[in-house]
């Protein structure tokens, strides 16, 4: 971790083997498939509609590996903005009662005031002791912040 990134306990959450990966896949399946689409010789296996799916397909793998890629939580003052695969979900730290990651979970887990929870796809088990770090300082910034404020 850089110097700035430990003192900044606002710091985005990322997870860092997901962009690795998302990287490599999007090199290989997006840049071969448009390789292929675009530049294999013509022939019966390769017409005009193959060559279209191809490209699709990469188009595709793009969209779906920036969405991975992208997911992420941005804490700030007033609580937790969470960005998964499909959703975004705003969370104040009250509403945050627990924060999980168990040896057997993929990611943080949060367990929510209303009995619900909500994933943290930015906070990964396979991220390692990193992951953990992570999850230690989202588990202490919604206990330093999570508390309801007394009412006069």
Do not use: C, K
Not at 5 to 14: Q, V, W
Not at 77 to 89: E, F, K, Y
Not at 95 to 118: K, M
Not at 130 to 139: N, S, T
């Amino acid at each position: 971790m850089d110097d700035d990134g430990a003192r900044d306990p606002f710091r985005t959450f990322r997870p860092w083997w997901t962009r690795v990966a998302v990287v490599v896949t999007g090199i290989f399946a997006a840049g071969g498939s448009i390789v292929i689409g675009l530049f294999a010789p013509q022939g019966v296996l390769l017409g005009p509609a193959t060559r279209v799916t191809f490209v699709a397909f990469a188009l595709f793998a793009v969209w779906l590996l920036w969405r991975l890629g992208g997911v992420h939580a941005r804490p700030d003052a007033d609580g937790l903005t969470v960005r998964n695969v499909i959703s975004r979900r705003r969370v104040a730290w009250p509403e945050i009662v627990a924060v999980r990651l168990t040896v057997n979970d993929p990611w943080v887990t949060l367990d929510l005031a209303d009995g619900g929870t909500l994933a943290v796809m930015g906070i990964q088990r396979a991220d390692g002791e990193r992951g953990m770090a992570e999850a230690r300082r989202l588990q202490a910034l919604a206990r330093q912040l999570g508390e309801a404020p007394d009412r006069p």
